[in-house]
């Protein structure tokens, strides 16, 4: 079995099924990639689709710098850039329609959506925390993909996991602050 920088050499050679074997690779992790960003299934697939043709549009320019997997994530992350300016799209579902809803039973039976706390932060924050927390990427991948520096992406890192802490503790407290994140929350004030 050939390794991905292989693959991506025959890829840019023209070998349409090496390209194939990175697709079978890798379609689920930029599939899952696209969902945890907040998009919709079938905005996610779009997206998906989207990254994979200009990833065979571009593979003549893989340098084998990063892993294909960063670089994957990089264009997926280029092309959710570009659809959210052009689109303004908006995520409104959750991240895994059967597991985004987590907790129930608190004695005003609220619950917690995951996917509404990833939501209420900056997309700047919640990319970073995403590619980090859910796709297990090092700071180093993450730099590359959003072409930033180490230290930024450390200090988004850091700001998202405070405010999602923060609002975790609101939750568990029964004291939530109006954010979304909190089904049953008065909405009168998302901005404080």
Request: proline share 2%.
């Amino acid at each position: 079995m050939l390794d991905d920088d292989e693959l991506a050499a025959q890829a840019a050679a023209g070998n349409l099924d090496a390209f194939g074997s990175l697709f079978t690779r890798y379609a689920r992790d930029v599939y899952r990639l696209a969902l945890s960003l907040g998009h919709r299934r079938s905005d996610a697939e779009d997206l998906m689709q989207d990254t994979f043709v200009a990833a065979l549009e571009g593979v003549g320019r893989f340098e084998g710098r990063s892993s294909v997997r960063t670089w994957l994530g990089a264009i997926l992350i280029r092309q959710a850039s570009r659809n959210r300016r052009y689109h303004r799209l908006r995520a409104t579902e959750a991240l895994d329609e059967t597991a985004a809803t987590v907790g129930t039973g608190l004695r005003d039976e609220r619950r917690l959506d995951v996917h509404a706390m990833l939501d209420s932060l900056s997309a700047e924050h919640r990319t970073v925390l995403v590619l980090r927390e859910l796709q297990g990427m090092s700071y180093d991948e993450i730099a590359e993909a959003l072409s930033i520096p180490r230290g930024t992406v450390e200090s988004r890192l850091f700001r998202a996991r405070n405010m999602l802490r923060e609002r975790y503790q609101e939750y568990q407290t029964g004291r939530p602050r109006s954010h979304p994140a909190v089904v049953g929350a008065p909405v009168e004030s998302r901005h404080e």
